[in-house]
């Protein structure tokens, strides 16, 4: 059976939030609990990158059976985090097949999303699985093949994974996640998201 470790990148500071979007109330927990919660519930290894403010946060999910990494340099950008990621994985899972990357700010996707991403991905073939949106974004959460672990381990601090998806843009194949995939950088979207949150779990 194939091995997908899953990796949570949680390290940022949330400025435009103005406070920790980790700690946000989310439902009867908080959003980093949510979202955690949601990604162990796949069966696969979870591991959480964490920077800003995790001597805050460690006490809030250590609770969990979760591996966390700490990325001191998170201030320089979502690649440090990455590299960093990548490079913890290849040593704590050596057979892995491949990593699925997803970040703390896209609470609406659900379990079998994810559960749909891992059963999706054709391991071996270099492909990579990217997530469409509704309003024809793309980006994460993402699926990359074992063979990609070199490059995303060699991004440099504020590049993101976009520099390796561009460089093998042959291989990918999207994943269409509709609404699911909205995310949340200010206090205004936070609302509105808590909300569609609660009116779909109240049904």
């Keep these: ?4 470790p899953i990796l949570l990148l949680a390290a940022g500071s949330s400025s435009r939030m103005g406070q920790p979007k980790q700690l946000l109330p989310w439902g009867d927990q908080t959003l980093i609990e949510h979202q955690i919660q949601t990604l162990l519930k796949t069966g696969n290894p979870v591991n959480v990158v964490l920077g800003s403010n995790s001597n805050l946060i460690i006490p809030v999910i250590e609770k969990f059976p979760v591996t966390i990494f700490i990325n001191t340099d998170w201030n320089s950008g979502m ?9 913890q994985i290849i040593q704590k899972f050596p057979d892995a097949n491949g990593v699925l990357i997803t970040l703390l700010d896209q609470p609406l996707i659900t379990t079998s999303y994810f559960q749909k991403m891992i059963g999706t991905i054709l391991l071996g073939t270099q492909q990579i699985l990217v997530s469409h949106s509704a309003s024809g974004w793309t980006g994460v959460p993402v699926l990359f093949d074992k063979c990609y672990f070199k ?10 994974a976009k520099k390796v998806l561009k460089r093998h843009e ?7 996640g509709g609404e699911l995939l909205e995310d949340m950088d200010t206090p205004e979207t936070y609302q509105q998201l808590l909300k569609k949150y609660i009116n779909r779990s109240s049904y």
């Design 79 to 87: 690649g440090s985090s990455i590299s960093l990621g990548i490079g």
């Design 151 to 160: 490059e995303l381990t060699e991004l440099g601090n504020d590049e993101g």
């Design 170 to 176: 042959k291989h990918i194949t999207f994943l269409d």
């Design 1 to 4: 059976m194939a091995e997908i």
